[in-house]
């Protein structure tokens, strides 16, 4: 009788299918996480809105003109110096800060700046007005965004070292992964409103 | 002595019938991380400016995202200011429905917590992204993302 043995199934290509399938996989995946500069608008005012009336040395200028050119405090700029020119004037602490809450907040013994009258009262006070024009490049807008943003963290991260020996970074990174932290917490909040980001956009000039 | 003798013939072949099961493992990895597109572009792939101060969205679900460039469709002109939302190119004035639209698709208590992400591209003018954001201001879109790649700061 002839022998009835199954013959075995060549599984030997098997790895070369699931290689083809794996290379596949490989090339098409995309581990992307989408990233980018966060903003909070301000809400709609109302239609019988009446700005504050704000002092002149409270306000940093910057205008981006349609040739993607800088003017900070009537002044022509390059766009590698705005950070430090944006944090001499956030730091500088003149003057006494706002009152919020019906309690002032004092003049800011945090700041290392020039104490100058002609600059900001206070960091709660100092307010960044970007203005740009329509025709102004998208990427030059961000790129001026990034740096005040940049100034913003710098001396963030200088207070957070003083006060609590450890870059305001990690102390963002802790207190995300522990929110219910009510230390944490306090401290986040605390280095945030030492230096409130206030950075607004006015309306872009066309024409 | 010639019985054991030919037991020693040959080197024995490296057993391979693991292989599979190993290149099967990577292979289902890749397959679960992997996100293909929901949309399809209908503007070339926005050329990101670079920033140092960028965050990582978090919640994808929550993310609407609004795509600004150059139409790949000759038929809309050659500049870097179309806006894309979903799978079609429309104008600002849309921009309001397209974000009503994305609320309903969550629940009420996440709507305050959803973003707006804007891509666009580098050579987008201002005015553009302005309207955008005018619009978003009207439905109480407050917080947006400038999408953006990372570099590390010098």
Known sequence: ???????????????????????F???????????????????????????????????????INRNNELLVEGERMEVKDL????????????????????????PCNYCKGEKSEKSSDHPNKAIISVQSDRLTEYGTYLTVQN?????????????????YKIPFVELEEAYKDDRDNADLKRKVEDIKTSYPQIISDAEPTSN | MSKFRKKKKGVPAVNTAALPDIVFMLLFFFMVTTTMRETDLKIENPRLPSATEVKKL?????????????????KYGSSFNRIQLNDKIATADQVPAFIIN???????????????????????????????????????????????????SN
Not at chain 1, 6 to 20: K, Q, R, V, W, Y
């Open chain 1, 25 to 63: 996989f490989l090339v098409t995946t995309t581990m992307n996480v989408d990233s980018g500069v966060s903003k909070k608008l301000s809400e709609k005012p109302p239609p019988d809105y009446v700005p504050p009336v704000i002092k002149e040395k409270n306000i940093f200028e910057v205008n």
């Open chain 2, 58 to 74: 978090e919640h994808k679900s929550l993310v609407s995202t609004i795509y600004v460039g150059k139409a790949k469709d000759s």
């Open chain 1, 83 to 106: 950070k430090e020119a944006a944090i001499k004037f956030i730091d500088n602490g003149g003057g006494e800060g706002k009152v919020e809450n019906g309690v002032a907040t004092g």
């Open chain 2, 102 to 152: 994305a609320r309903s698709k969550v629940s009420e208590a996440e709507v305050p917590f959803m973003t707006t992400s804007i891509k666009a591209d580098k050579e987008s003018s201002v005015g553009t992204i302005t309207d955008i954001r005018l619009k978003l201001r009207d439905v109480n879109a407050l917080k947006i993302s400038y999408s953006a790649s990372k570099t590390s």
């Open chain 1, 147 to 163: 740096e005040l943003l940049r100034a913003y963290s710098v001396l963030r991260n200088r207070l957070s070292l003083e006060r």
């Open chain 1, 1 to 23: 009788m002839a022998r009835r043995d199954t013959p075995e199934i060549n599984a030997g290509s098997m790895a070369d299918i699931a290689f083809l399938l794996l290379i």
